[in-house]
């Protein structure tokens, strides 16, 4: 089946420090979704991304579409504490059913 | 943002017993779903369901699942028989349709299976 490969698993950052994190799959999707959940919550969507090459920003998050249609990266500038959580990727697949094939999620701890 | 409800949002039950997750749109959508995430692990698809029946399922939604539309508005997963492995969070989402690619998820239902 369609697999979504995450990284990195976690990170430990200190505020103010920019974070990266990217998906990448050996299947074409014609969707890219990032999600941010915090603990017993349900995912609540950053970013949604339609293109390839397409590049979204919403506040201090920027996640872009890769041209391969196989990847995508989400970038979180000057992080919060607020930011802390579990951020998912998601591709969907390309038929009608509009299914979401989820990448395993990056931790993100800050250090105090 | 279209917005989903869920009920319980958190159920304890023991195994071999039937549970019943509820779910309802606020909004209008065109697609619905069921998904899965067991604790510390990625959300896992389980069925979408389109025009009042199954559209997609997934090899987790075997014979002990089942999903209705009892009155129009609600949608409920059933597992008949509730395994220990059963135990997770399990979400519904929308797809409203309306020129956008994006799902909104429901604040989940935890289920413990004892």
């Known amino acids: 089946g369609q697999q979504l490969n995450q990284s990195p698993q976690s990170m430990f950052i200190q505020e103010g420090e920019d974070v990266s994190m990217n998906c990448t799959s050996s299947s074409i999707f014609n969707t890219w979704l990032w999600y941010k959940q915090d603990p017993g919550e349900g995912p609540v969507l950053l970013i949604a991304?339609?293109?390839a090459g397409e590049l979204t920003s919403n506040g201090r998050l920027t996640a872009q579409f890769g041209i391969t249609r196989k990847d995508s990266f989400l970038n979180i500038s000057a992080s919060i504490p607020s930011d802390v959580g579990i951020y998912f990727c998601?591709?969907?697949?390309?038929?009608?059913?509009?299914?979401?094939?989820w990448g395993a999620g990056t931790k993100l701890i800050i250090k105090p | 943002e279209p917005e989903v409800t869920q009920t319980p949002s958190h159920q304890v039950t023991q195994m071999g017993q039937e549970v019943i997750l509820r779910c309802v749109p606020i909004?209008?959508?065109?697609?619905f779903y069921w998904y899965r995430q067991i604790l510390g692990q990625k959300v896992e698809f389980l069925v979408s369901?389109?025009?009042?029946?199954?559209?997609?399922k997934s090899e987790i939604f075997d014979d002990q699942f089942s999903v209705e539309r009892p009155d129009g508005s609600n949608f409920t997963l059933k597992i008949r028989s509730t395994k220990l492995e059963d135990s997770a969070m399990y979400f519904c989402?929308?797809?409203?349709?309306?020129?956008?690619?994006?799902?909104?998820f429901g604040p989940g239902t935890r289920l413990t299976v004892l």
């Open positions: 998601a591709g969907q697949k390309m038929d009608s059913n509009y299914q979401l094939i």
């Open positions: 989402a929308i797809y409203p349709g309306q020129g956008a690619n994006e799902q909104f």
């Open positions: 909004s209008n959508h065109l697609y």
């Open positions: 369901f389109y025009n009042n029946e199954i559209s997609e």
């Open positions: 991304l339609y293109k």
